[in-house]
């Protein structure tokens, strides 16, 4: 659980890192980028006013012969060149006199030195001296001297830039402190973010791991929604679903095997326990013992030949082949003629060829035949196994088995299952015999494992032929079928989904 929760833990904790650091990232970028434009639009704002006043001044000084005190801060009427500096730009503004004395301070006093005293003895009017960087009572200011012309004096031009200074760091911290609350918010949404996608995650994985724990597969897993975990989701409840089914079909066959290996072992445990009396046994119990013991080990390994059939009928490894299912039927038949001595006939319409594995196939047909013969052993008729298949296509080559008289209910079947699947008509393999036939409460059972009716009890045979048929047949998209036979006998086979057509 420990382990479950660091786990998990680390990848909220990825979610939530890399969504602050992502959302951090373009924070500090657009903060950085926007203080900067800012403080430089403010920056050659105000150094442009500043360049204008004194442009302005420069002008005004060379038009008009003005004396230091035309620029008086005492002027009653407010209308004269001091007041055309001071009003645009909020400036400080400070009189030199000839020689470079101070005829009217500025608030605060500007510095003067001797540059600014050769300025205010200039004979040239407009003549200029500019400070970038000038202390001033502890502020920062740009200072400019304005000559009037004829040795009368200068004009000191001064503006403050250290309160804009201040008001840009006033301006950063506050980008700061929103850039770190940013931040903050973004690893909480980042956090809410992640607990929301994972949580889906956490439920998987906990059903996983009670999974491993527990061995237990009827788990159900909780899912929701449509995107790629809850796809995840169900995709893991079916694996679960067909592992759980997997897992009890194993043990059915396990038991039912167990089950069905007992009689054939306590009846050789017995008849092996006779032997230490064979000597005294008349000639015919000999006899009949030993038949019995040769008997018995044959159904024995009968048994253990169908159970690896059975497992061997799940594989896929055999690979699938374009095949012709009628002519696959004509070799069971010489097979089981030669065998058993019965007349088998095989008949075929159609277009029987399929998609398979051959030996798979094979086993299935061959079980067929087996278990008719074997229920019909004091049979005259023949054995007749038919196959069918959907209509040729024009140009196709016939088949050189003849045509056997389909019935009405098989072309209505392969019609029916090819229009429902909505893909090739299935091919049909039917097995007809005369024995004795199926009562209604064994047809519905015939193809489980192992099951065998009453009256076929004491036939040799496992129970097992029938249900590898169906497994055979499931396996190529098909079904299995049994249906008592007009005028005596039984109908039983399988269909197998027909093959695709070439491109």
Not at 17 to 37: C, E, H, K, Q, R
Not at 158 to 164: C, E, G, K, L, P
Not at 180 to 190: K, P, S, T, W
Not at 273 to 281: F, K, N, V
Request: hydrophobic share 40%; aromatic share 4%.
């Amino acid at each position: 659980m420990r382990r479950r929760l660091r786990q998990v833990s680390s990848l909220r904790a990825t979610f939530t890192v890399s969504f602050a650091a992502v959302a951090a990232a373009v924070t500090v970028l657009v903060g950085f980028l926007s203080y900067d434009a800012a403080a430089r639009l403010v920056r050659v704002d105000q150094q442009t006013v500043f360049a204008e006043v004194v442009q302005d001044l420069r002008d005004q000084v060379r038009e008009h012969p003005l004396h230091p005190g035309d620029f008086a801060s005492s002027d009653p009427d407010h209308n004269g060149p001091l007041d055309d500096i001071i009003r645009p730009s909020r400036t400080d503004v400070q009189v030199l006199g000839p020689g470079g004395a101070i005829v009217d301070h500025g608030v605060p006093p500007l510095p003067v030195d001797g540059r600014d005293r050769a300025v205010a003895g200039a004979a040239e009017a407009g003549g200029l001296m500019e400070h970038k960087d000038v202390d001033v009572t502890g502020d920062r200011y740009r200072l400019a001297t304005v000559s009037l012309g004829g040795g009368r004096g200068a004009v000191q031009v001064a503006q403050q830039f250290s309160d804009t200074e201040d008001l840009l760091r006033e301006l950063q911290q506050r980008t700061v402190l929103l850039v770190g609350a940013v931040v903050i918010a973004a690893g909480l949404f980042g956090w809410w973010l992640a607990r929301r996608i994972t949580r889906r995650l956490v439920r998987l994985a906990g059903a996983a791991e009670d999974v491993a724990r527990t061995g237990r597969l009827g788990i159900q897993v909780p899912v929701t929604g449509y995107d790629e975990v809850a796809r995840l989701g169900r995709s893991f409840d079916r694996m679960l679903g067909r592992l759980a089914q997997s897992e009890e079909d194993q043990r059915r066959l396990v038991q039912d095997a167990g089950h069905e290996l007992r009689t054939p072992l306590t009846s050789l445990r017995t008849n092996i326990s006779m032997l230490r009396r064979i000597d005294e046994l008349p000639p015919d119990a000999r006899e009949e013992l030993v038949a019995d013991l040769a008997l018995e080990s044959r159904e024995l390994t009968d048994l253990v030949n169908e159970l690896v059939a059975l497992a061997a009928g799940r594989s896929d490894t055999e690979p699938v082949r374009r095949l012709d299912l009628a002519e696959l039927a004509e070799d069971v038949a010489v097979v089981a003629r030669r065998r058993t001595g019965r007349d088998i006939t095989v008949r075929a319409t159609g277009d029987t060829a399929v998609d398979g594995r051959p030996t798979a196939l094979q086993r299935a047909v061959s079980n067929l035949v087996e278990n008719a013969t074997k229920f019909d052993r004091g049979g005259k008729a023949p054995i007749e196994v038919v196959v069918t298949g959907p209509a040729r296509q024009p140009g196709m080559p016939p088949t050189d088995i003849p045509a056997p008289l389909t019935s009405p209910t098989s072309s209505a079947t392969s019609a029916a299952s090819a229009a429902s699947t909505g893909g090739p008509a299935p091919v049909r393999v039917e097995v007809l015999d005369r024995g004795p036939g199926i009562g209604d409460d064994d047809l519905v059972r015939v193809f489980d494992r192992f099951y065998r009716a009453a009256d076929a009890r004491s036939l040799p045979g496992s129970g097992l032929g029938l249900s590898i048929v169906r497994e055979i047949s499931a396996a190529h998209g098909g079904t299995p079928f049994a249906h008592p036979r007009k005028d005596g006998g039984t109908v039983i086979g399988f269909t197998v989904k027909g093959a695709q057509a070439l491109d």
